[in-house]
């Protein structure tokens, strides 16, 4: 079974798991009712590692239906897509699924959390919906990719898998004072209904 | 409410300073001073003077007059012995004579005379103690605005509606808790803003940081601010705000006149007592003189009244004689009378609060209308507003004034610099403002400037005899007013990386070595042994005799793809890289222009237009960099990815590493079929991996890559299958030395920023035949021509295995250096790697190496210590 | 040092974020003469004023690319790929 970076976590912070696409991921952290509370009130964060990620060095974007492109530079695009994609996405270019902790951030105050970590603007106007970008977060290079998730808004961030444990845990420290909290699976699909 | 200090409980009101509880608890002695340990008291009232320094929770230098009262504050005097109200040290001011300006320089002219008193002068003279171990934390953020504004009072109100009145994103700065500025004590200067507030306070597009101080304004309109307690856990949060334009509107602060006595206890400028009264409904003292002119003095002379303190009538600055009384004030001597008070109010000089503006480049030019010097010559993303401008203010006395040296007419309350002191330092020939700043640290000290530096002008220009704006000003240089290292420090987040094994290695008790960011088993304990040399001592017999197991996850993985990728790899590497055949591996080393080592690994060939690279670990990022900026601007198809973080990969190792990998892959990995440096694309335990048969420890072995996510499936699948052959997992320390046998060397270990591949033994990896590569002009004369040293092989005589950096001797004189050393337990004696004359790289040549102090003989060996022939590693 | 670097993909980020890669100069042919590699080994204009340099955006988008900064306000003018300029001499 393939495991998150931060398996060793969720299993600590007594997660439930569930299966999805050969992979383990946390289903639950006890209730999901109450995580999906506190990322709509404040911010929650869930490790979505195991979402397909597949690099791509092209003169023009990849055509892929099942996935969503985003532009990391000149000629330089990143395919995010559903963990079963994985093996049809990575027909486009390297695929860098292993290689990236996923984490998606969201809720009201998660702009706030990456303040703290971070200082490239965040704001609607700089970066609306559907945008990438990359920065350093807690000194650790990372893609932040907006996608919001019904009116919350939400960041995918993807940093190098082995600095996953260290990402996690500043995140979840700066954002205490904002309610954050670690979400699993089931919660971060009700904040989609 | 309720705080302590010094131990005793103190009750503040709701809007209380800490400053303000002391006070109206009676409290009237807030520090000592830094060198006479005269007593002072409130002076500035506004953050701005050293007076109320005080030690609050732990940290020293607070300045208690801006700080907020809260619950359960634990606040300590500084600097006082053995308290604020009798200390012993105030008998210095008797030996004033023996301490004249520049005493430092005159007395400890000999280094032994300074080293002895040192101890108890940095006691006597210091600024509170710093914390061990400080409680709370500090954080940073980061924010961005269109427009900056700093001041919160009715200019700065003005201009963030307008701003954001033009549709601009405006954060708002202020460092008191209310918005407002001078108009909340200063009541009868004009009407409180409360419209303009409520406009900015409701405004979408304006922000308000009350309560936070701006520091500093750097490269780049970025503005340093500190928020103090922005939550329950933080201390203090320092924000990064970067704004395309900034307006400064921090208006005017006060600065003292100069006369006898000016720093007794119960001397305050007007607009502490103004903030006493008005914002915290506290009479100054019973009785007060003023000194002051005009319709300010009036103002001030109008609010102590209808506070209930009795007033003499004002009293004009030059008309003022001297100030009167042991520890605190009792009396103000002007135009020959005697003027009983408890306290003297001091109009004093209004002075544009403009450092940020300076330290944006603008100018201050003196303006005697006004009284002050007034900035110009603005950079365009800055602009100014309000009081800060000079506008509206008048000269509160004239400037230069007369000034008649005393030794206790203090221009600087911070170092107790006096107008006698300062006189003197002219005397001596410092007459150049900022050879008189740096000889009486006048302006130097906590207050940065605030209360001297206008004084101090005044004096320079006055003796000189030359203007004020010939005297000019010091430099304004942030931090003003001073921030804690704890908020310019942050948050500890030092980030550390794990490879995808990291908690296998843990559970099978791993030592760790920090190697950068990366933690790596340094060896293993064992239910036998946790010590050291035992532990790695069987590890490595493990490897030499049966199988052993070492995470390499570490190790820079990049692939290369495109059609021109082989291109680019012969142009960076110093082999060539086009011709190598699929299903090959090659060793691979990197030199700059100098031809200079600076990186090697290997590059794998797994399709025609794929490669696979790894590079040492520290280097990675250097490498990824190095080809992208030779890519750069070629227009040539090549894909580099940084694939490190995605692989688990292991190196298994040993005379039955074959054995246990057979038991897990349908592989021919016999000697033929899987040859030394070739590389396949199987699976292993059902995991898809690459695997590559090298070996840097100098054993049958494979390097095998698998996703990161499959790493532990695959250790515990290969721990499993090894078991039969008693295979062990193996540690940094256990691999060194094993490579250490094999004299393989480790680029920037054994290597240094000097070293051509020919001195460090490559020679074979430079293919000065190909038309061009990194290094090649600086490679194309032959590997055999005269060089400085040679890296070679030292056998230790005795048991002491030297330190790694010991030097190498010849006839008594340092000739060279070990870069690696360790014992040998197939030599049976210390070996080491050496840098060595070329003279001595001689098979069997004798130096001597220094061990703690010893010289001790090695013979030079140029062949590998263990299996110089290979046979082993290509079995 | 705070100042802004407009990187072309990335738009204007702290200088933190970047590598400095050095004076932009031209490699030597293989063949040039010893003079020549000299010359680009070891001297640099060091200019106090506008120069092109080469930098890297480590932080953000990992391209590298040049700048027109003046070393003494370190005010960048502007920030430009390669390719879209002259293109860089041919590997």
Redesign the interface.
């Given at each position: 079974m393939r495991q998150s970076a931060l398996h060793r976590w969720h299993v600590a912070a007594q997660a439930q798991f569930l299966e999805a696409a050969g992979w383990q991921v946390p289903a639950h952290y006890g209730d999901p009712e109450p995580e999906a509370a506190a990322a709509r009130a404040g911010a929650g964060l869930a490790d979505l590692s195991n979402l397909a990620k597949v690099d791509v060095c092209a003169t023009a974007p990849p055509a892929a239906a099942s996935a969503t492109c985003w532009v990391l530079g000149h000629r330089h695009y990143l395919l995010t897509g559903p963990p079963e994609e994985r093996a049809a996405l990575a027909e486009h270019g390297i695929d860098v699924t292993s290689v990236f902790a996923a984490f998606l951030l969201i809720g009201p105050r998660s702009r706030d959390v990456l303040g703290k970590l971070s200082s490239v603007p965040l704001a609607d106007r700089s970066f609306p919906n559907g945008a990438a970008t990359q920065t350093s977060v807690a000194h650790v290079h990372t893609t932040i990719l907006r996608q919001d998730r019904r009116t919350l808004p939400a960041f995918l961030l993807l940093a190098a898998r082995d600095y996953a444990g260290h990402l996690w845990e500043a995140i979840l420290h700066a954002g205490q004072e904002y309610g954050l909290a670690p979400i699993g699976g089931e919660a971060a699909a009700r904040l989609e209904e | 409410m309720r705080f302590e200090f010094n131990g005793t409980p103190v009750e503040a009101r709701p809007g209380d300073t800490v400053a303000s509880a002391l006070y109206r608890a009676g409290q009237r002695v807030f520090s000592r001073s830094f060198k006479y340990h005269r007593p002072r008291g409130l002076l500035c009232g506004a953050g701005k003077c050293p007076n109320c320094l005080m030690q609050v929770d732990g940290v020293p230098n607070v300045r208690v007059c801006v700080t907020p009262a809260r619950d359960g504050l634990v606040v300590r005097h500084q600097h006082a012995y053995p308290s604020l109200d009798f200390d012993w040290l105030s008998l210095a001011q008797r030996f004033d004579a023996f301490l004249p300006v520049g005493w430092y320089y005159k007395t400890f002219r000999s280094h032994a005379l300074w080293r002895a008193a040192e101890p108890f002068i940095r006691r006597a003279a210091g600024l509170g103690v710093v914390p061990a171990d400080p409680a709370g934390e500090y954080?940073?953020?980061?924010?961005?605005a269109d427009v900056a504004v700093i001041g919160g009072g009715p200019s700065g109100l003005e201009a963030a509606l307008a701003h954001a009145g033009a549709g601009s994103?405006v954060v708002l700065v202020d460092d008191q808790p209310e918005l407002g500025g001078h108009r909340r004590y200063r009541k009868r200067a004009g009407p409180e803003p409360t419209d303009l507030i409520a406009r900015v306070r409701s405004h979408p597009a304006i922000s308000v940081l009350a309560g936070a101080y701006c520091f500093g304004l750097?490269?780049?309109n970025?503005l340093g601010v500190v928020q103090p307690a922005?939550?329950?856990?933080?201390r203090e949060r320092l924000l990064?705000l970067?704004a395309a334009h900034v307006v400064v509107a921090t208006g005017v602060y006060e600065a003292p006149l100069l006369f006898p006595n000016n720093d007794l206890v119960g001397v305050m400028l007007s607009t502490a007592a103004q903030r006493l009264i008005h914002l915290h409904g506290l009479p100054p003292g019973k009785r007060a003189a003023v000194i002051g002119r005009g319709v300010r003095a009036e103002e001030v002379l109008a609010d102590l009244r209808s506070a209930g303190v009795e007033t003499h009538l004002l009293i004009a600055p030059e008309e003022v004689e001297r100030a009167e009384g042991a520890a605190s004030v009792s009396a103000l001597r002007a135009r020959g009378e005697r003027f009983p008070c408890d306290v003297v109010v001091v109009c004093g000089h209004l002075v544009p609060d403009a450092g940020l503006l300076s330290q944006a480049g603008a100018r201050l030019d003196w303006n005697a209308q006004v009284g002050a010097f007034c900035p110009a010559g603005l950079p365009p993303t800055m602009s100014a507003a309000g009081e800060v401008t000079g506008a509206g203010l008048s000269a509160a006395a004239p400037l230069p004034a007369p000034v008649a040296p005393h030794k206790r007419a203090f221009v600087c309350v911070c170092t107790d610099a006096t107008t006698q002191d300062l006189c003197d330092a002219l005397g001596e020939g410092f007459d150049h403002m900022e050879t008189l700043k740096r000889y009486t640290t006048t302006t130097m000290g906590p207050c940065q400037g605030r209360m001297c530096q206008l004084n101090a002008i005044a004096v320079c220009a006055r003796q000189t005899g030359r203007g004020m704006q010939e005297t000019g000003v010091t430099t304004s240089r942030p931090p003003n007013p001073g921030v804690t290292l704890g908020a310019l420090a942050g948050?500890r987040?030092?980030?550390?990386?794990?490879?995808?094994l990291h908690?296998q290695h843990a559970d099978r008790g791993a030592v760790w070595l920090d190697m950068g960011e990366?933690k790596r088993p340094r060896y293993y304990r064992t239910a036998a042994s946790s010590d050291e040399t035992t532990c790695v001592r069987a590890e490595y017999a493990a490897v030499r005799q049966r199988v052993g197991l070492i995470d390499v996850?570490t190790l820079g993985k990049l692939?290369v793809?495109?059609r021109d990728a082989g291109?680019?790899l012969d142009?960076v590497y110093t082999h060539r890289f086009s011709d190598l055949a699929v299903g090959r591996a090659r060793y691979a080393t990197l030199c700059d222009?100098?031809g200079i080592l600076l990186d090697d690994g290997t590059i794998s060939r797994l399709a025609e237009d794929r490669y696979f690279l790894t590079t040492t670990t520290g280097n990675l990022?250097f490498v990824?960099?190095w080809l992208?900026?030779?890519l750069?601007?070629?227009?040539?198809h090549v894909?580099i990815?940084?694939?490190?973080?995605?692989?688990a990969a292991v190196n298994l190792a040993g005379p039955l590493a074959r054995d246990t990998l057979r038991k897990l892959t349908a592989l021919d990995l016999g000697s033929q079929a899987f040859s030394y440096m070739a590389c396949r694309q199987a699976e292993v335990a059902g995991i898809p991996a690459i695997l590559l048969r090298i070996g840097f420890v100098g054993e049958t072995g494979w390097e095998i890559h698998v996703?990161?996510?499959?790493g532990?499936d695959l250790w515990d699948a290969l721990l499993d299958a090894g078991r039969e052959f008693g295979i062990r997992p193996f540690g940094v320390e256990a691999q060194r030395l094993l490579r250490l046998e094999k004299k393989h060397v480790i680029i920037g270990v054994d290597t240094d920023a000097l070293t051509t591949p020919y001195e460090a033994g490559l020679n074979w990896v430079v293919r000065r035949e190909k038309?061009?590569f990194i290094g090649?002009?600086?490679l194309s004369g032959s590997p055999r021509s005269p060089r400085r040293e040679s890296l070679v092989g030292l056998v230790v005589e005795g048991e002491q295995t030297p330190e790694d950096g010991s030097a190498v001797m010849i006839n008594g004189r340092p000739a060279g250096r070990v870069t690696s050393a360790r014992f040998s337990p197939h030599v049976g004696a210390p070996i080491a790697l050496a840098w060595a004359p070329e003279a001595k790289a001689v098979e069997g040549a004798r130096v001597e190496v220094r061990i703690r102090g010893r010289a001790v003989t090695a013979r030079v060996t140029l062949e590998a210590f263990y299996d110089p022939e290979g046979a082993r590693l290509r079995a | 040092m705070s100042f802004l670097i407009p990187c072309p993909h990335c738009g204007p980020r702290s200088v933190y974020e970047f590598r400095f890669g050095g004076e932009a100069r031209k490699r030597p042919a293989p063949e040039a003469d010893a003079a020549a590699w000299a010359e680009y080994l070891h001297v640099r204009r060091n200019a106090a004023g506008v120069q092109t340099e080469w930098w890297f955006h480590r932080a953000g988008c990992r391209q590298w690319f040049q700048a027109e900064r003046h070393t003494v306000t370190n005010h960048v003018r502007r920030a430009f790929r390669v390719e879209e300029e002259t293109g860089r001499d041919a590997l």
């Open positions: - | 954080e940073h953020a980061f924010r961005q994103e750097y490269e780049g970025l922005p939550h329950a856990r933080c990064h970067r948050p987040h030092h980030p550390i990386r794990r490879t995808p908690h990366w996850s692939e793809r495109g291109r680019l142009k222009d100098h990022d990824e960099q992208l900026w030779w750069a601007g070629t227009g040539q894909h990815a940084n694939v490190t973080g995605g692989l996703p990161a996510e499959c532990p038309e061009d090649r002009h600086a | -």
